[in-house]
Structure formats: structure tokens, C-alpha cells
């Protein structure tokens, strides 16, 4: 019977016992990392829910200075400021021409207003240019509401001529509530001149305009 093939069993025999111990070793320690990672990562919070990352805190406003802000909302203001100032400065110089305007306009109607009715103090009927006048009504929507008629002047003759008008405001019975006297001056021959019969009176009662005298002289 040969010894050597015995002494080569009870070779292995006792290598056996040593790997089976090395890989249960490798088998354990694997195991606990894993169960380490995921206790790190999966292991539910005190109140049942997983961990997560906190959110990143905002900055802290406080440590911003104003002082970057304040030359742009300076210069801002001072272009706001002298925007408005030259809004204003053109609004009043617009304001100051139109009132200039208007008070030329009115002194010249006015002046020829006095004028027709001093003409017509002592004309008797209805005038002698009664056929050189119409008038038509304006529109309230116009107007802003108010009463106004457009009186047309027509000059007939190879002269300048002057022109005056009566027109009163009656109301639905036919009585004169208002009398307004319109003229135009040194009318051109051929040429024709407009303008404004405008009632004083509220807008109720109603009133309608009427052409009463027209004298040319």
C-alpha cells in the first residue's frame, strides 16, 4: 500500500478548514459595508420619512450695502425730475399761448359783437342782409354740451361791408329766453366769415336758436 496518496488527503483536508474561514471572512465584512451604506443612506428619520439634503440658505440680504444702489436711483431721479420739469415748462408756455391766443380772439369777437348791436338799435324789421345769413346748428357732442349755432356771412357787394346779427334763444313756446349779438367786420367782397352764436343758459329747458335781424352796413 502506497503512504503518498494518504499524506496528499490529509494535505487537503487541512487546507479546506482555512479557505472555507477566509471566505466566510470576505462574506462578512462585504455584509457589513453594505448594511453600513445603506444605514447611511436609506435609514428612515425620526419621524418615518428618508433624509434629505437640507435647502441652501439664501444669502443674508444685510450684507448688501446701498450705497451700490444709490447712484442709479439718484441719476434715476434727477431724469425723472427733469423730465417732468420740461413737461411742465412746455405744458405752461402752450398754456400761456393759447390763453394769449384766445383773449386776441375774444377781444376782436367781442369788440364786433358791441359793434352789431349798437347797429342794430335802430333797424327796423328784420335788416337788410337777411339773404347774406344762415345759420347752423352744432352738435352738443361738439361742443361739450353746450348751445351754439354757426352764423355764415356772405358778402355780396363790390365793397368791404360790415355785418351785424340778432339771434335769440327760444324755448318750445316760442318765448325769447336769451338775445346774443354776432357781427364780423370788413368783409371782403365775395368772401365769407363764420361764426359762433353760443348761449349762456343751462342745458335744460331746451332752448333753439333763432335768426331775429341781419343788417349790413
Do not use: W
Not at 61 to 77: G, R
Amino acid at each position: 500500500m502506497n503512504p503518498l496518496p494518504l499524506r496528499g488527503k490529509r494535505r487537503s483536508a487541512h487546507r479546506r478548514p482555512a479557505v472555507t474561514a477566509a471566505l466566510t471572512l470576505a462574506a462578512t465584512v462585504t455584509a457589513a459595508a453594505l448594511i453600513s451604506c445603506s444605514t447611511e443612506s436609506d435609514a428612515p428619520s425620526a419621524e418615518g420619512s428618508r433624509t434629505v439634503s437640507e435647502r441652501p440658505t439664501a444669502p443674508d440680504s444685510s450684507s448688501f450695502s446701498e450705497k451700490t444702489a444709490s447712484p442709479l436711483k439718484s441719476k434715476a431721479s434727477e431724469a425723472a425730475e427733469s423730465a417732468r420739469a420740461s413737461a411742465s415748462k412746455a405744458e405752461a408756455s402752450a398754456s400761456e399761448r393759447a390763453d394769449e391766443f384766445e383773449a386776441s380772439v375774444s377781444a376782436d369777437t367781442e369788440r364786433a359783437n358791441q359793434a352789431a348791436e349798437d347797429a342794430l338799435k335802430d333797424v327796423d324789421g328784420r335788416g337788410n342782409a337777411m339773404a347774406d345769413v344762415s345759420m347752423t346748428g352744432k352738435p352738443r357732442s361738439e361742443t361739450g354740451g353746450v348751445l351754439a349755432s354757426v352764423v355764415t356771412f356772405t358778402n355780396r357787394t363790390d365793397e368791404k361791408a360790415d355785418f351785424a346779427v340778432q339771434v335769440d334763444f327760444v324755448d318750445s313756446s316760442g318765448k325769447t329766453v336769451e338775445t346774443r349779438y354776432i357781427g364780423t367786420e370788413d368783409l371782403e367782397p365775395g368772401k365769407r366769415a363764420q361764426r359762433y352764436a353760443i348761449s349762456h343758459e343751462p342745458p335744460e329747458p331746451k332752448l333753439s336758436a333763432k335768426l331775429v335781424k341781419a343788417q349790413r352796413y
